[in-house]
């Protein structure tokens, strides 16, 4: 026969469970507090660099505004995770790597992404927009000591975590200066935004997701800016504290600012109404679950079908190895609380970025372009049709890897989403490779 106390124990138990059957799955998930850090350093390069992203022997004579690299850690009870940004071109996944390596030599473990900008004021950081077709415009110096000096950024705020809140907010965000060029009716227009608050309501970091080209200065400025993006980051930093990334979108297909007069005056305003849009959604931004950190990712070959790239990897101005006629990229999933993010490593059709959403199917969720490789304009199939008629589409399929990019990193990506959609007794971490 029970005893009186046994009884009273059964009955807290039963109680317990009943409790716990109706609380959200979420919650039953939660674990103890992410603790996170940010911080940003100068990496403007020397006047005389070579600028990229229109024609070649373009150099640099001067600075419009700086460039930054940003730096995230954030960390549960098993993750650090390490979001990276940069005011570039975009970091082909040769440079990806080293960075990765550089950071892991400082947080042994780390999961490590690397986004770029896009801004065409900014360096060559990829080779070819050098003084011609057959010389890389690179800056091995500089390459070499930006990647060390990001580093020992991560490794140097790493001791600096604190306790973090995640709030989280995204709306269809249409801004009138932004269009595509070649489908105007095919966009993007979600803005996400994740606010990291520290427990003294201070903002740590905000992480912007948002697409259209940094390309309202025109191919004949030749100093150095980060653009639009520059007037967002000054205008979110004048509204909050901490560091402020801008993570860029699909873009490719081909998103653009409506130009206007292609001053600097008129690329700090667009940035600025970026950023009221930014601030304004955040008014409505709500608390996150502590979900744990789950990061997968995966390698894609893609055979390269553009001759053009041929020619410049054998020639050394572009730095890829390829793997039996095909050029090795990955993608990457993960999250941070209930927000979820995939990776492309180019410049993505917005098509392919609205597919990534639905199939997120969740209210936060964050495409970022251009990370972890920039390996030129991944486009629909269509594009390379003998009768395709997309305006632009010659110069754009010209600097694509080719036809079958899209569908082989919406594959990858699709597999990783589903894997990670499997029961609980999946590796959290697995990596696909």
Known sequence: ??????????????????????????????????????????????????????????????????????????????TTLVLITLDNIGLTRPDVLRLQQAVRAYLPDSQVIVSSTHTHAGPDVVGIWGASWWRSGRNESYMTATIERIARLAQAIFDRRTVVSV??????????????????????????????????????????????HPTVLGPENTRVSADYVNGFYARMGEKYSGVHFFLQGAIGGWVQPIQGDRSPQLARELGSSLAEATATILTTATLSDNLPIRFATATVDVPLANWGFRVLIWLGVLERTLYEGAMRTSVATFNIGQAQFVTHPGETSPAYSLQTRRWLNSPHSFVLGLSQDAMGYI????????????????????????????????QAIKGLLRARALPAEVPQRAHVE
């Open 167 to 212: 709030h989280l907010a995204s709306a269809q965000q249409p801004l009138g200066w932004v269009q595509n060029l070649s489908e105007p009716q095919l966009l993007d227009q979600r803005l996400a935004v994740l606010h990291l608050i520290d427990e003294t309501d201070q903002t740590v970091a905000t992480l912007a997701n948002y697409a259209c």
């Open 1 to 78: 026969m029970l005893q009186h106390g046994q009884v009273h124990m059964r009955t807290c138990w039963r109680l317990f469970y009943f409790v716990c059957a109706l609380l959200p799955t979420s919650l039953l998930q939660a674990q103890s507090p992410y603790r996170a850090a940010a911080a940003e350093i100068d990496i403007t390069p020397p006047t005389g660099t070579w600028l990229a992203g229109y024609g070649r022997e373009r150099a640099s004579t001067g600075t419009l505004d700086p460039l930054w690299a940003k730096v995230l850690v954030i960390q549960d009870d098993q």
């Open 379 to 410: 486009l629909k199939p269509e594009y390379f049709a003998a009768e395709a008629v997309y305006p632009h589409g010659d110069y754009l399929t010209s600097v694509s890897v080719g036809p079958e990019a899209g569908p082989l990193i919406m």
